[in-house]
């Protein structure tokens, strides 16, 4: 559940406005509260009088109000309701050409090289460069930085100044995390991670960069970062590119031909200015850390959930920057750091954003001379369920939304042997940004020997994680088609009933428990679906706004009235820095199950009275008896009496007929030294991760999905000594690791991954099935968990 924010007024921008009108009338913005805001974080080691957000509007209004190269605009809302404010800066002369900006771009899609050709002709040619601001909110330095560049390039005239504004369009995403800079949080007010979230792009704050991305397609992109110090001896704070492995769908070559060079002069313009700074950490440096150049591994650019690897996708040279400390020295590296690149991206403009264009002229001619032939396919194809299209329609609308061209089948044909339907969809690889459509659509890889440790996820087909067919095609697919801009339809109902409603996704599932909630009666068969005996007139509405196709059918004998479940979950308010109960939080309001959240202080004290399923999907440090660390202390028990009252409770739910569920391996641990279970809890390592394949029983707590299906691991689980439980899905035998970074996987083969104690109503799944908003296919092993009896 979301925190309130108090808001005193609320407007936007207009986007639209032109330059002299933002001058001329001032800006509308929306202030919080200040008393709400935080001084400082408890995550941070130290804290500085940084810039509330509630100034930063006023802040912008007057530096509007003051400057003819300024437009600010606010161009969304974060979670928690708070403005996300973008300001463009770009030499007055610039207003009225922004018209040819635009026109380039359509042109660096349509056809790359005559746009080459016009860039070579018109040096005084602007390009776009993006830095954002601030992604993670207790990283304060980044949007500080940013105003004050925002201030320099508003108002002064000197000749640098100048000389980059007369090459470059500035685009500044001044707080990329309200939320978090509110709250002192490094997460948004959905508790996620927005730096993890370029996949998915499940937020609004998310959303609105990657619309900015691909509105601008900026030559640079530079995102703000902390705190980063020591990675080798007096080398300060961080610049990528990274250290291998890279993503093979990247045309890295490119690509890294100037980012490092653009790396090495940030470096050059923070020890140019080393005088100015005042801590003897800076002033003693000898450098920035630069992964690709002072290390081998562990710091990669590999998966796309990043801004800046994201940004790569749309020709971007893309960069992390971390500054070494959270104070005006931090500031000031940032600040000097990104002036670095702008004196660097103006210097080589002509070359940089010709080879931008390489980029887009590579995927629209289907020539990509650094990868091996046939790595990409030709085209995916992308069948549709006639009865439940949703799955594949959200996936079709996320490509377009991420400047994927997708077209759709007028008629049926056959590709390599295999027939598809007439409305089948298509995402041709001979087109501008073919890098990330493959990144989204190909099943990914195992690179386990490849490196020693990854920073992050290594694996997120999304396909497989979704769950929607995209079949990859290595002939030419010669069919009729059209161009799709949008795919808006609608549920409907046939038949005159008995109906049922398949569980066959997420949108499936969020229609029955609409149906429950309205009061119509629900059954649920062995086999996982749904049955409704009302009247077509009763469903209609909710299955139109479900987008499915539901048909008349017999109801099975098995099938046993279900009924609303009000569920509580364990709530992690930010343990080591993160909510890593966020993604189950959203899962849940996706099915559209009732669901609160409740701190481990609050079941101690409270208990589970009035609700009927409780889960677990979060660090096992939530149910320690203290806390050591003093960023964690607020989240977990106070004194180890409410541990003591906290286990009793949950017994007490459980005996009483509550259902208890623990997914992942943070909450299997956790269920292990609360004392329900017996079964061994085995854990991976803790960055190994990726999809594999599971074999499920099909039925009850693993309906809908089957032997060799899909699964998702993070902190891989399986579970030893179970004789005295039921056995649901185990790991596939054999090679079951599909893709990712998993050492020593081998230990898991065939050993149980979702179980269920025989005497009371606790079900573990070492899976993780609701991980950041990615693995739709696997929400519904919550929803069965909660639905089975």
């Not at 993006?130 to 201030?151: K, R």
């Not at 994680?465 to 095609?473: Q, Y």
Request: a negative charge.
């Amino acid at each position: 559940m979301k925190k309130s924010v108090s808001v005193l007024l609320a407007a936007s921008l207009l986007a639209s406005a032109p330059w002299s009108s933002v001058v001329a009338e001032s800006p509308k913005v929306t202030y919080v509260n200040a008393l709400e805001e935080q001084d400082g974080s408890k995550f941070n080691s130290e804290n500085y009088d940084f810039t509330k957000f509630s100034e930063i509007g006023p802040k912008l209004e007057e530096i509007a109000k003051s400057s003819n190269r300024v437009k600010v605009e606010v161009t969304g809302t974060s979670s928690d309701g708070h403005p996300l404010y973008v300001v463009t800066i770009a030499d007055p002369e610039s207003q009225g050409k922004f018209g040819k900006i635009q026109a380039l771009r359509k042109q660096m899609f349509k056809n790359p090289g005559k746009a080459q050709d016009w860039v070579a002709e018109n040096p005084d040619f602007k390009v776009p460069i993006m830095i954002n601001g601030s992604i993670h909110g207790t990283e304060f330095i980044g949007s500080d930085a940013t105003i004050q560049l925002i201030e320099r390039f508003a108002s002064e005239n000197d000749d640098t100044t100048k000389d980059i504004l007369a090459n470059n369009v500035l685009i500044f995403n001044v707080v990329a995390n309200p939320d978090g800079r509110v709250g002192a949080t490094r997460f948004n007010g959905e508790g996620i991670d927005l730096n993890r979230d370029f996949v998915t792009q499940s937020q609004p704050e998310t959303q609105q960069t990657v619309d900015l991305i691909t509105e601008w397609n900026p030559m640079v992109f530079l995102d703000t970062h902390g705190y980063v110090k020591n990675f080798a001896p007096n080398k300060q704070g961080l610049i990528e590119p990274c250290t291998p492995p890279h993503n093979p769908n990247y045309e890295y070559d490119l690509y890294n031909k100037w980012a490092y060079g653009q790396a090495e002069a940030m470096e050059a313009e923070i020890m140019d200015n080393k005088e100015g700074y005042e801590g003897a950490l800076y002033q003693e440096m000898t450098g920035t850390y630069v992964p690709q150049r002072d290390d081998a591994a562990g710091w990669d650019d590999y998966p796309p959930i990043f801004t800046p690897m994201y940004a790569m996708y749309h020709g971007a040279y893309g960069h992390t920057l971390e500054a070494p400390t959270n104070d005006e020295d931090g500031v000031k590296w940032m600040y000097d750091a990104v002036m670095g690149a702008l004196k660097y991206a103006t210097d080589n403009k002509q070359e940089m954003i010709a080879d931008q264009m390489e980029i887009f002229e590579r995927g629209i001619t289907f020539d990509h001379p650094t990868h091996e032939e046939g790595f990409f396919p030709e085209a995916y194809v992308l069948p549709v369920d006639e009865q439940d299209p949703t799955v594949t329609e959200k996936a079709v609308n996320h490509l377009l939304k991420n400047d994927i061209e997708v077209v759709r089948a007028s008629k049926a044909f056959t590709a390599e042997g295999v027939t598809y339907d007439k409305g089948s969809y298509i995402v041709h690889l001979d087109q501008a940004k073919a890098g990330l459509a493959n990144t989204f659509l190909w099943d990914g890889e195992d690179i386990t020997d490849d490196t020693p440790s990854m920073y992050d996820i290594s694996a997120w087909s999304l396909p497989e994680l979704w769950g929607f067919e995209a079949n990859p095609v290595t002939t030419a697919v010669d069919v009729t088609a059209a161009k799709v801009n949008e795919v808006k339809n609608q549920g409907a109902v046939s038949g005159k009933g008995p109906f049922v409603i398949p569980n066959s996704s997420v949108q499936a599932v969020e229609l029955v428990n609409t149906l429950l909630a309205s009061g119509v009666d629900v059954k649920r068969s062995a086999a996982g679906d749904f049955y409704t005996e009302a009247p077509a007139n009763a469903i209609a509405t909710a299955v139109k706004a479900s987008g499915l196709q539901i048909e008349s059918a017999a109801v099975p004998a098995d099938a046993e009235a279900i009924s609303s479940v009000k569920v509580a979950l364990l709530e992690d308010g930010g343990m080591n820095k993160q909510q890593t109960h966020a993604g189950m939080n959203l899962a849940l309001e996706r099915l559209n199950f009732d669901v609160t959240e409740v701190s481990p202080v609050e079941v101690a004290e409270a208990g589970l009275n009035g609700f009927d399923a409780f889960i677990y999907n979060g660090t096992e440090s939530l149910v320690a008896p203290t806390q050591s660390r003093e960023g964690n202390k607020e989240f977990g028990f106070q004194n180890p009496a409410q541990y003591d009252a906290f286990k009793a409770n949950v017994e007490s739910f459980i005996a009483n007929g509550g259902k208890y569920i623990a997914a992942g391996a943070g909450a299997s641990r956790a269920t292990k030294t609360l004392g329900l279970t017996d079964a061994t809890v085995n854990v991976g390592g803790y960055n190994s991760n990726g999809i594999v394949s599971i074999d499920y029983d099909g039925s009850g707590l693993t309906a809908g999905y089957s032997q060799d299906d899909i699964g998702f691991v993070y902190r891989p689980v399986w579970y030893s000594g179970v004789e005295a439980d039921e056995v649901h899905a185990s790991y596939d035998e054999g090679d079951f690791f599909i893709a990712g970074h998993w050492k020593g996987s081998e230990a898991a083969a065939s050993q149980p991954v979702v179980i269920q104690e025989n005497d009371q109503d606790v079900t573990l799944i070492g899976l993780e099935p609701t991980f950041r908003d990615h693995t739709d296919y696997l929400f519904r092993l919550v929803s069965n968990a909660l639905f089975t009896k």
